[in-house]
Structure formats: C-alpha cells, structure tokens
C-alpha cells in the first residue's frame, strides 16, 4: 500500500477552514477506500507565525520543505498585515524558489453551479494554465527616493526564453491530452513589445512540434470580452502570470463561484513538491462566519492524489463532490444555505458509500 506524507499549510483567514475540512474528506477517503496511507503534517506558518517571530517561513523552509510529497495550501492574507508582505513572505517565497513554474487552473460548471452567462448554454469547461514563475512575479523592479517629491517606483516584467518555451511547451501537451486539443495564447504584444513579442515567437516554433493541436493567439484585453461572449470558444488557455491570473478569477467566476475554483502550483520535472491550493484568498469578508466553501480545496486536494498516483481515488472524490453539490447541498457564494461542516458531512457520506 502506498503511502504519502503531506505538508499542509492552512495559513490565515478561511484558509485553517478550508483545509481541515478537507483533510477530514481526505482522511476519510484513505480510510474507506484502503488502498492507500496519507499523512498531513501541519506547518504553522502564516501570519501568527510572522507576528511571532518576525519571519512568515522558518529559517530553513526550503529545505525543510522538499522532505514531502505535496503541499496543501490553504491561503494567506490578513488585514492587519500589508498584502505584499504575506504574499511574498509565505506563498511566493515557494512558488518561485521550488520553480513551481507550472500554475494549472481547471474551471467547470458543476452540477449545482450555473455560469451567469445565458451564452454559456452548455456550461464551461476550461483549462487555464498560468506561467508561475517570471513576469511582474520575477521580484524585480524597486524604488527610489522614498517619501520625496520625485520618488519612482518600477514594476519590471521578466521573461526568459526558457521561462516561455517550458510553460509552452506544457500548454500544447495539455491542450494536446483534451478531446477539442485547441489553445489560445494570450499576450499583449501590441503596447507590450519585448517580453510579449517573444511570447509569440516561442509559442510559433513550439507550435511546430504539435500539429494537431490548433492553436490561436488573442490580446487579454479582447480575451475577457470573449469569455463573456463565446466561452464555447475556448478550451486551454495559456498566458503569463499575471494576465492568468486575473483571467483565472474571471473564468471562475463565470463557471459559478471563485468558491470551487482549484490550482495546481505544479513543478513538472518533480525535483520539487508541488503546491495545491484553491485560487481564493483569505476571503475577510466571511472569516469565522463557517460558510466557506470547502469545494474548491477538495478539488484542489483531488488534483493533489492525481500527482502523487492515486488517480483513481481523486475520481472517487469528484464523484462524491458532484453528487453532493448535485443534491442542492451548498454553501451560500452558490446560493445554497448549508455552512461548510454540512458540506464536508454530506461529501463524508457519500465517500462511506464508495
Ligand atoms: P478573496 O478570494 O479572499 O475573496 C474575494 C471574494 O470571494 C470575497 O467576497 C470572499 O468572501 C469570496 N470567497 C473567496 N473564497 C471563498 C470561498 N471558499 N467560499 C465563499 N466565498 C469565497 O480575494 P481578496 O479579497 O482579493 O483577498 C483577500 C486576501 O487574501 C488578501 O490578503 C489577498 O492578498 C489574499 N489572497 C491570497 C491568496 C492565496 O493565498 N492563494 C489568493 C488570493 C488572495
Ligand atoms: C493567486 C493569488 C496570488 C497571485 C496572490 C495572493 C499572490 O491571487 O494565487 O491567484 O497573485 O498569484
Ligand atoms: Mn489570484
């Protein structure tokens, strides 16, 4: 029987929510199945942590890191913090030092979610892939003159070719693996013209290697209009860090709630653990209130037992997270009225049934 050990992060806000209810499906799960043994090791870090010891991560994070399988993340984020220092203090001082470079962003229309778009007929099935590790992410840019008159400030995008050829090179093979095999390749190579042209290049000559996918190229301005408009369009998308990232709340949205919306932080030669995470954040507005939907990081923790190997578990999962959202039972962001303990008992159930 194999066996995993995780490290989970559950970090600040509704992220300790979110991730013991899911650590109790998953718990569940390996239990009723008893095909395979996994073991969640909590790691405090987050922000109680920074305001203790003045660090979000301990001293020897990285290393102390890798001894895992994968990692749980919750989320991080707190009002009494400034954004930029949590963020870089705890999530982003992982993704880019693992060079997790491969940020996998699945949006679908459930049973029991609904897009609000009437164009979205058949509902939304996507593929979002995001480069995680370059652009206005690359920890570039600074600032000068602080507090006078003439101070100046840059946000410097990075991008290598490497950077481009690898994540483009992912993005085919994974439109490839889809029945449609179609890819759009958002840039902004109109105003932006050193880091976007050569995100067009790359995308040209990879292009060549797969012939039977089909593949455009759109400026992200106009592919928000057309998400809105013709999401049956569109199938794997792939952009830059922070073009996918807005897009990924955008098509969450669309398919019914950022609350189901689940990421893979992926390293794809695996010298690293990857990170899974829902795409939400701290979510200030209902800390506490045990509403949270816990949808997103039981996807999330499903796409997490696919890339360690139990494939066929993270089916079982799915299966038992459809047919409980099927069942109208839901938390609130879906219009529904249970609290996030009512969804983790009914998906509990379901699994017992398996
Ligand atoms: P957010 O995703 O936390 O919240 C946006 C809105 O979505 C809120 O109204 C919230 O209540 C709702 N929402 C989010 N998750 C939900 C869930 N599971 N169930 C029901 N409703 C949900 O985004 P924000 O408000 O921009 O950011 C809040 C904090 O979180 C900030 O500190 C931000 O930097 C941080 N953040 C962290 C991550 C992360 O750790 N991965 C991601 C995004 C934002
Ligand atoms: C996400 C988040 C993060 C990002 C923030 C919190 C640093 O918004 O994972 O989508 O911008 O990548
Ligand atoms: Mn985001």
Redesign the pocket.
């Known amino acids: 029987k194999n066996s995993y050990r995780i490290a989970s992060i559950p ?5 300790p929510e ?1 991730v013991s209810a899911t650590i109790q499906v998953i718990q569940k799960l390996a239990k009723t199945l008893g095909t395979f043994d996994i073991d969640f090791e909590h790691i405090p870090w987050g922000t109680e942590y920074y305001k203790q010891t003045g660090r979000y991560v301990s001293e020897d994070y990285l290393d102390s890191i890798r001894q895992y399988d994968a990692i749980l ?7 009494d913090v400034p ?1 930029h220092i ?2 870089w203090g ?2 982003l001082a992982l993704r880019g030092p693992l060079q997790l470079y491969a940020n996998v962003r699945p949006v679908r229309t459930f049973p029991g979610t609904k897009s609000p778009l009437n164009t979205a007929t058949d509902g939304i099935d996507w593929m979002l892939v995001r480069e995680n590790s370059e652009g206005e992410y690359a920890g570039q840019g600074g600032r000068s003159h602080v507090g006078q008159q003439w101070e100046a400030a840059t946000e410097v995008a990075l991008f290598t070719r490497v950077g481009i050829e690898r994540i483009m090179r992912f993005a085919f093979e994974t439109a490839q693996s889809r029945p449609r095999k179609l890819l759009t390749v958002v840039t902004k190579s109109n105003s932006m013209r050193n880091g976007m042209v050569l995100w067009d290049e790359v995308a040209a000559s990879v292009a060549q290697d797969f012939a039977d996918v089909k593949w455009d190229k759109m400026l992200v301005d106009a592919m928000t209009a057309r998400m809105v408009a013709k999401p049956q369009s569109i199938d794997t998308v792939v952009g830059t860090n922070l073009h996918m990232d807005i897009l990924s ?1 955008l098509a969450a949205a669309l398919a019914g ?4 919306a689940p ?1 893979s932080n992926l390293d794809p030669t695996r010298k690293s653990p990857s990170i899974f ?10 800390i506490g209130k045990a ?7 039981f996807w999330s923790a499903a796409e997490m037992l696919v890339w360690i190997g139990e494939k066929d578990a993270a089916a079982q999962l799915m299966g038992c997270v459809e047919r409980v959202c099927a069942a109208g039972i839901l ?3 879906l219009g529904g009225s249970s609290d996030t303990q009512g969804v983790v008992d009914a998906v509990c159930l379901e699994v017992e049934k398996l």
């Open positions: 970090g600040d806000g509704i992220g979110v993340f919750g989320a991080v984020g707190s009002p954004d949590s963020l705890l999530l709340d709630s950022i609350g189901v990421s995470e829902p795409v939400h954040g701290s979510a200030f507005d209902i509403v949270a939907n816990p949808v997103a990081t938390t609130p962001d």
